[in-house]
């Protein structure tokens, strides 16, 4: 087979889709010395980019000029398909060039702004319309849509008619580096560079309004004024557009020598962050599949998640779970797994056991899978 992967959405600060392309092609090409791959990557894109240095024999790599998410699109990558005559053309994001003709498999990672739209203000009913038409069009022209978890599965279908079939779960993973220990007296040195000393709770997330942080920060207040012992609040991701609402809690609430915002960090370091803490607190809104949850679980640490959409899912029976609407909740989730070694000690090992359910050797296992039958139902109907 010849497989295109639209790898435009790596950008040189990389994040969410960023790292699911960069983690599943190093996967791919791992497993798969038969297919040859075909990745397009943004012009902008750095020279020294991880990606852009690997090298293989089953590998063509592409700079594209169009960007992602734009109209030129339309045009250019079904030329640039063409061009490599391919049989399978996997993008993964919402919007499917709309003149391609090949086989084509979306993934959709979540579908927060058709589901909670209000955490936007930012954009337009316009834009926000056009998003629900890319989707409907997107997964109509898709031979085969993946998603990363269950429950954006059930959203697929509900908002957007999409049957069953015609949707393959695919859930993600975390890199290998979360599960290498670190040296103790080094975290607490580099961290105390940013301001990080003694006992924190991490978040770990662009901020967002979804992401709940507000919340978040509420809830630290509420467990800081009940405790006597000093701890921070770290929450590290950059900010998202002009939202500033947490910010202005934290400045409301007296808490600026406090909570730390660390900005955004790469994947590489993010370790350093975790293994410091005391445990991850995400108490977000939605999510289509939290990749956080495991991040922190390979790197020994508890969880205190929320109780509603793709989080439960993820964290199985290896985390605290809280409505993440309740402050008063998410506060005594803290002040419990603080206060109790036992339950601690309980979460840790779950978390180390829930986290090898998940590995980017089986997405990417699951994802040649679809390839394949994407390839062999179109060479039946070609027949």
Wanted: charged residues 25%; positive net charge.
């Amino acid at each position: 087979m010849q497989i295109v992967i639209d790898a435009r959405l790596i950008l040189n600060q990389t994040t969410g889709i960023g790292n699911y392309l960069t983690n599943l092609i190093n996967a791919l090409l791992k497993i798969d010395l038969e297919n040859h791959y075909t990745l397009l990557l943004d012009e902008k894109l750095d020279s020294n980019h991880p990606v852009d240095l690997l090298e293989q024999k089953n590998l063509t790599k592409r700079r594209i000029k169009t960007s992602a998410v734009s109209l030129k699109q339309h045009i250019a990558i079904p030329l640039q398909l063409w061009k490599e005559n391919a049989n399978i053309y996997h993008y993964p994001h919402f919007d499917l060039p709309l003149l391609q003709r090949c086989n084509s498999v979306i993934t959709i990672h979540d579908l927060k702004y058709i589901i909670a739209p209000s955490f936007f203000p930012e954009f337009s009913i316009s834009k926000k319309l056009y998003m629900s038409l890319s989707i409907r069009s997107s997964v109509k022209r898709a031979k085969k849509v993946i998603v990363v978890s269950e429950s954006t599965k059930e959203d697929l279908m509900r908002l957007f008619g999409v049957p069953a079939p015609k949707i393959s779960v695919v859930p993600l993973a975390v890199g290998k580096r979360f599960a290498v220990s670190l040296n103790k007296e080094e975290i607490k040195i580099k961290l105390k560079k940013k301001g990080i000393h003694g006992k924190y709770f991490l978040f770990v997330g662009e901020r967002r309004p979804h992401k709940n942080i507000v919340r978040l920060i509420e809830a630290f207040k509420i467990f800081k004024d009940r405790n006597s012992e000093k701890y921070q609040l770290v929450i590290v991701g950059k900010r998202y557009s002009n939202y500033t609402v947490p910010e202005q809690k934290i400045k409301e609430l007296d808490l600026e020598s406090n909570v730390i915002m660390v900005g955004y960090v790469p994947d590489e370091e993010l370790p350093l962050y975790y293994q410091g803490a005391e445990m991850l607190v995400f108490p977000s809104m939605y999510e289509g599949f939290g990749i956080p949850i495991l991040e922190a679980m390979a790197c020994g640490i508890p969880v205190i998640t929320s109780n509603i959409s793709s989080m439960p899912e993820v964290a199985g029976n290896a985390a605290v779970l809280v409505n993440p609407y309740e402050t008063n909740e998410i506060a005594a989730a803290m002040q419990r797994i603080c206060s109790n070694r036992d339950l601690r000690k309980d979460l840790i090992a779950k978390g180390s056991k829930n986290v090898k359910r998940f590995s980017w050797e089986k997405t990417a296992e699951k994802t040649l899978s679809v390839y394949e039958e994407v390839f062999l139902d179109g060479t039946k109907r070609k027949n």
